[in-house]
């Protein structure tokens, strides 16, 4: 019996989410998919939100955006941050389940591909502070980056960005208070260059857009040439 095939019969492919066995790794069994809210065609452009409505041509916006100014030029998002995708999200984020960043990445890199078209950016993950960063041990965004970089063929620069102060979190916040809290938290490494290059912004979870909005300011201050946004998930507006 060849080595991959026994592999398999001692440890089969289980779902990401309920260990039913499926046929490939890093999967979903079908009632797990059909309880991951996965965003459909039309999407807001600056966010990904998804539309009522049919396919798009990017230049849609939600009512958030509307009034919300972006200091990005395009963003897109893979799952509404609800059902099953909380599951993914918070097994990512704190359950140490780095097999959910694989299949995230794969999703993502399809969506980003979509988005950028011809463009080549540079790759980020949203930073952690050191502290957070000690107390978790990885940071969600840099494994979901590296997946997406090596998937679309491009740089990946996991250390571009610093937060330079530990910041409050945002559970509980308003929308203002979000974003007076990420105010100058994140700048760019000093030894690291970005100046007449386009950026991708890499993270989990998009909510308020504060924590984006600091990372690409910082981009953009820095002299990147346009700076795109790629989440796993995002959340329904905040009141």
Not at 25 to 36: M, Q, R
Not at 128 to 154: D, E, F, I, P
Not at 161 to 184: I, K
Not at 213 to 220: I, K, L, N, Y
Request: aromatic share 4%; hydrophobic share 45%; charged share 20%.
């Amino acid at each position: 019996m060849r080595m991959p095939t026994l592999l398999r019969l001692l440890y089969p492919a289980q779902c990401l989410t309920c260990a039913a066995l499926v046929e490939t790794d890093f999967a979903l069994c079908g009632s797990c998919w059909a309880e991951t809210p996965f965003i459909g065609t039309l999407v807001c452009g600056l966010c990904g939100m998804s539309l009522p409505g049919g396919e798009g041509d990017g230049t849609e916006r939600c009512d958030e955006c509307l009034t919300t100014a972006r200091p990005w030029a395009a963003g897109r998002s893979v799952l509404l941050y609800r059902d099953n995708a909380v599951r993914l999200v918070l097994g990512l984020k704190h359950g140490d389940r780095h097999d959910h960043a694989r299949a995230a990445a794969g999703w993502m890199a399809a969506s980003a591909r979509r988005m950028l078209a011809d463009e080549r950016p540079v790759v980020v993950p949203v930073p952690l502070h050191r502290l957070r960063l000690l107390k978790r041990r990885y940071n969600q965004s840099a494994l979901l980056g590296r997946g997406m970089a090596h998937a679309l063929g491009l740089d990946y620069v996991p250390d571009l960005l610093l937060r330079q102060r530990s910041t409050r979190p945002h559970r509980d916040m308003t929308r203002e208070q979000r974003f007076a809290n990420m105010q100058g938290a994140i700048r760019v490494h000093p030894r690291r260059h970005v100046a007449a290059r386009p950026v991708l912004l890499v993270d989990d979870v998009m909510t308020s857009g504060a924590t984006l909005a600091a990372a690409a300011e910082a981009c953009r201050a820095a002299g990147a040439t346009q700076v795109f946004i790629q989440t796993l998930a995002r959340v329904a507006k905040q009141t």
